[in-house]
């Protein structure tokens, strides 16, 4: 069993930046691709970003590609997701998700587990 628990939510102007963290626990933390998705009032979640269990693969929406960056530290069992450029869009509760399987994937229902999410919100 994997635990997730996101922080760095806040309130933000639009054009500032801000940084999500995601602690994971458990000692397998290092073979789980992780993932980041948000979710809008009255929207589906959709994806943000993921990175490989390695570090070494990345993928992004489009809507947030050169202005997000994901990052992982497993010595630390954390990821994390630099957001610059900010816009009232961006407005969600953000999710942080664990895969398995250490390869990233923009699906919902290929993250194993999921943290109660952070919301940020960007005003205008």
């Known amino acids: 069993q994997v635990q997730l628990v996101e922080s760095g939510g806040g309130l933000v102007q639009a054009g500032g930046s801000q940084r999500l963290s995601c602690a994971a626990s458990g000692r397998t933390f290092r073979i789980y691709a992780m993932g980041w998705f948000r979710q809008a009032p009255g929207e589906e979640r959709e994806f943000v970003a993921a990175?490989?269990?390695?570090?070494?693969?990345?993928d992004y929406a489009e809507s947030v590609k050169g202005r997000f960056a994901i990052s992982r530290d497993n010595a630390k069992s954390t990821v994390y997701l630099q957001m610059n450029s900010l816009k009232p869009e961006d407005t969600a509760i953000y999710f942080c998700a664990a895969r398995i399987q250490g390869l990233v994937s923009r699906r919902r229902d290929e993250y194993n587990y999921w943290g109660q999410g952070t919301q940020v919100t960007v005003s205008s």
């Open positions: 990175i490989s269990w390695s570090g070494g693969t990345t």
